[in-house]
Nanobody
Framework: QVQLVESGGGLVQAGGSLRLSCAAS????????MGWFRQAPGKEREFVAA????????YYAVSVKGRFTISRDNANNTVYLQMNSVKPEDTAAYYC????????????????????WGQGTQVTVSS
């Protein structure tokens, strides 16, 4: 079973950039579709970005499309979230999630789709 550990969070000024990483243990990382979610204080957790296990298909929330990029390195068991042009409303705890799948091209974007979750990393954007 894959275990997930996020890193890369921190304090960044509005308009700046940050790259989050999610390191996965386990030998079958390449068979997992991955996603990033976030949860701001007092709000429900929401979808941010998703990627198929092949890396060939990605999907983004409207609020981050064009600013964030999800990618993965299956050789190093890591998925990334490059965050550019960040805004104060991007402030949240960011979580990566994994779902095992047969289909190399499938991605998922709802919480019930994912069985495995990391512990989260905090991103704070100052105005």
């Amino acid at each position: 079973q894959v275990q997930l550990v996020e890193s890369g969070g921190g304090l960044v000024q509005a308009g700046g950039s940050l790259r989050l990483s999610c390191a996965a243990s386990g030998r079958t990382f390449s068979s997992y579709a991955m996603g990033w979610f976030r949860q701001a204080p007092g709000k429900e957790r929401e979808f941010v970005a998703a990627i198929s296990w092949s890396g060939g298909n990605t999907y983004y929330a409207v609020s981050v499309k064009g600013r964030f990029t999800i990618s993965r390195d299956n050789a190093n068991n890591t998925v990334y979230l490059q965050m550019n042009s960040v805004k104060p409303e991007d402030t949240a705890a960011y979580y990566c999630a994994a779902r095992w799948t047969y289909d190399s091209g499938s991605y998922y974007y709802t919480e019930p789709d994912f069985a495995l979750w990391g512990q989260g990393t905090q991103v704070t954007v100052s105005s």
